[in-house]
């Protein structure tokens, strides 16, 4: 099949394409031009191409284009391996669904209550997002049906079998009939990916992107670092570098906080993510990281998995990750689209090999005493965040809060940063200089007509 160039040539509703220019969707990636054609003739495909490709696009038109509103049953499932990614798939879909009125989409991830969840499945949904293990969950209580469902996603499959599910996605593609359409989208095709894609796909298309995706600029260096200095040689390589924002990935949940701690005691602001928060302190750090109320993100692996966080300066593997393939998934997080991006790894004298195996260019290794301390230097956030207890639920929009703050000119629009509205809470960046000002504003004024608890998120 010859690859298509732009949406309009697509079989697709013309209110969805106004939808798709809106949102500045202007040219195919090669991954949307060499799949959607296939996945809209309802073929199985098995898609190889990296994060940030706009694989969730590609299946989001062809699972929405056939879509069937008057029938209030769950059509299509996409299957994630974490609820940040979860939510991600569920944001981007619900942008595409707009073309056309009551399209439901619905996330079902652990870490969340149960309770709500099931009250939002008797409600109904057309689509639904989530994790391996909450969906089997759900099935096994039968509050889940899954018999109507004619499309099914398995995105970040890679990620998935690295994090055990291959057992749980079985077990949920028991519940489905055969008569469906299989898409599969990894980053790589290991052989699990492609036994687990030869048995439940039937004819599948095999396409591959990853060679035509413009390459990330990402410079790399290693420093040989004794393991009782890491820390302070994590310091220097801020202090030399001076990034705007940076992710540090360790291998363990205990290390991730206590280095968030000690670089916040030397005026570095930091934020620990790991498996053991609960999700609403997920919810609070990641809010803060990306809209710029927070610097340094120290993460493990699992707990970073599915984000998707632009304009990161860089990225700094404190500890050697346990493969290639994660050590490219970790600094592929940096210099997105086009942007250029630093991916700094310490290493020990034990684990030159390892380190070599990575790489193969020996100007990637660098001396420590290139390195500088800089006794001024500091990593203070540009934001601070306030929390709206008031959200979705309460009907409110990210403009009724920016209508709220600007209200009476008491605060410039370009003072105010990225909102984000959830159910029950909304979070608004505020530069730090007018966070008092935002704080007195909010607690006097009203949105939607009705006054909400306002506080400082620090």
Not at 370 to 376: G, V
């Amino acid at each position: 099949m010859p690859e298509v160039k732009n949406f309009s040539s697509l079989p697709i509703p013309s209110e969805m394409l106004k939808t798709i220019n809106g949102l500045g969707f202007k040219e195919m990636t090669p991954v949307q031009a060499q799949s959607l054609p296939y996945i809209l003739e309802g073929k199985d495909v098995i898609a190889q191409a990296k994060t940030g490709s706009g694989k969730t696009a590609a299946f989001g038109i062809g699972l929405l284009s056939k879509l069937n509103v008057k029938n209030f049953k769950i059509q299509s499932l996409v299957v994630c391996p974490t609820r940040e990614l979860s939510e991600q798939v569920a944001h981007e879909l619900r942008n595409i669904a707009k073309f056309k009125h009551n399209i439901k989409i619905l996330t079902l991830c652990g870490g969340v209550a149960f309770g709500p969840q099931l009250g939002s499945l008797r409600h109904g949904a057309h689509i639904v997002v989530g994790t391996p293990g909450r969906l089997l969950g759900h099935l096994n209580k039968g509050s889940l049906k899954l018999d109507d469902v004619d499309t099914l996603v398995l995105d970040e499959a890679d990620r998935m079998l690295d994090m055990g599910f291959a057992e749980d996605i079985q077990k949920v593609i028991s519940y489905m009939s055969n008569k469906r359409q299989t898409l599969f989208f990894s980053a790589t095709f290991p052989e699990e990916i492609k036994d687990l894609a030869n048995s439940i796909a039937i004819n599948p298309i095999s396409i591959k992107t990853v060679s035509k995706e413009i390459a990330n600029k990402v410079k790399e260096y290693f420093y040989e670092t004794p393991s009782h200095d890491k820390l302070q040689t994590l310091v220097k390589i801020l202090s030399t570098y001076k990034p705007k924002n940076a992710i540090i990935f360790c291998n363990t949940k205990i290390q991730t906080d206590e280095i968030a701690k000690d670089l916040r005691k030397q005026d570095i602001d930091a934020l620990a993510i790991h498996g053991d928060l609960e999700q609403y302190e997920r919810v609070d750090v990641l809010v803060q990281f990306i809209n710029k109320s927070c610097c340094v993100l120290v993460a493990t692996d699992v707990a970073a998995r599915g984000l998707d966080i632009k304009e990161l300066s860089m990225v700094l593997n404190y500890d050697l990750p346990n493969s290639l393939e994660i050590y490219t998934h970790r600094i592929g997080r940096t210099a997105r689209a086009g942007e250029e991006g630093i991916a700094v790894t310490l290493y020990t004298e034990f684990e030159i090999d390892i380190v070599k195996s990575y790489v193969n260019d020996d100007n990637f290794f660098k001396d420590l005493s290139a390195l500088k301390i800089d006794k001024n230097f500091t990593m203070v956030p540009q934001n601070i965040t306030l929390v709206i207890e008031g959200g979705k639920k309460n009907k409110i929009r990210a403009g009724d809060i920016l209508g709220a703050l600007t209200k009476d000119a008491i605060i410039s629009g370009d003072l105010i940063g990225k909102i984000d509205i959830f159910d029950k809470q909304s979070y608004a960046a505020i530069q730090r200089s007018q966070i008092k000002k935002a704080y007195t504003q909010l607690n006097n004024e009203k949105i939607k007509g009705k006054k909400f608890s306002v506080w400082v998120l620090e």
